[in-house]
């Protein structure tokens, strides 16, 4: 019996900055986002963005994958923010989604959390 697949494109489209992690001036966000454990798209700790409360950081990453009926698809990833005395905020999140969710198709915003930094971030999964 054949097993049916499909085949989506997940693409992270913005990060919204509604708090930055710093109680003044400018936060250095980095962050990760994965799909599958695969890194799509992501900033390293040596190239913060420094951002400020209220901003909105288009993106530009996406991966595609093919699933089978019985897999599940996980979008997952963290946002930090570097300080130089204390421990970085680090606000992770993880989503799965199988076929019984239709494979998540849509536009999902994950505000996450962490000390002062709030952010959220917005994907869209598409079928292609
Ligand atoms: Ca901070
Ligand atoms: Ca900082």
Redesign the pocket.
């Known amino acids: 019996m054949p097993t049916e697949s499909t085949k989506l494109r997940i693409s992270f489209l913005n990060l919204k900055v509604t708090n930055?992690?710093?109680w003044t001036g400018?936060?250095?966000l980095y962050w990760d986002f994965l799909v599958d454990g695969e890194p799509t798209g992501g900033r390293s700790i040596s190239n913060?963005l420094k951002v400020a409360d209220g901003e909105l950081i288009p993106l530009s990453a996406t991966r595609e994958v093919r699933k089978s009926n019985g897999e599940s698809l996980s979008i997952s990833g963290s946002i930090s923010?570097?300080?130089?005395l204390?421990k970085?905020?680090f606000a992770p999140f993880e989503d799965n989604y199988t076929v019984n969710d239709s494979w998540g198709r849509g536009t999902h915003s994950r505000t996450v959390r962490d000390g002062r930094l709030d952010v959220t971030v917005t994907y869209k999964i598409e079928r292609v």
């Open positions: 930055n992690g710093e400018k936060g250095e913060v923010e570097r300080d130089n204390d970085d905020d």
